[in-house]
Nanobody, 128 residues
Framework: VQLQASGGGLVQAGDSLRLSCAAS????????MGWFRQAPGKKREFVAA????????KYADSVKGRFTISRDSAKSTVYLQMNSLKPEDTAVYYC??????????????????????WGQGTQVTVSS
């Protein structure tokens, strides 16, 4: 599956952004989706994940309560709604797809190596 992320930009602390990730070339409903981010000089880190049905979501502690991941199967798109943005949220955000499903997803959704397809990344910059 090919992924195309969009929606990044420059915002002020406290603002909101919605990232989108459009999937093509695969059966979207069979993929669980995730968002990761990488700040300059830091390792890529898990942000949020949603399972293949959309019935379960997981978040990093740093974004819990502020970010919401969702998916629209009709549009083959996954979203990341980011509210109350902070300067420490500044990073390149990547969407990713994995065929990990079932009970394994609950264990492996945070592991970037489990994701087979990646989007190109979209820059989010939050100024203080």
């Amino acid at each position: 599956v090919q992924l195309q992320a969009s929606g990044g930009g420059l915002v002020q602390a406290g603002d909101s952004l919605r990232l989108s990730c459009a999937a093509s070339g695969g059966a979207f409903s069979s993929y669980s989706m995730g968002w990761f981010r990488q700040a300059p000089g830091k390792k890529r880190e898990f942000v949020a994940a949603i399972n293949w049905t959309g019935g379960s979501t997981k978040y990093a502690d740093s974004v819990k309560g502020r970010f919401t991941i969702s998916r629209d199967s009709a549009k083959s798109t996954v979203y990341l709604q980011m509210n109350s943005l902070k300067p420490e949220d500044t990073a390149v955000y990547y969407c990713a797809a994995t065929e990990v499903s079932g009970s394994s997803w609950y264990i492996r959704h945070r592991v970037s190596e489990e994701y087979d397809s990646w989007g190109q990344g979209t820059q989010v910059t939050v100024s203080s």
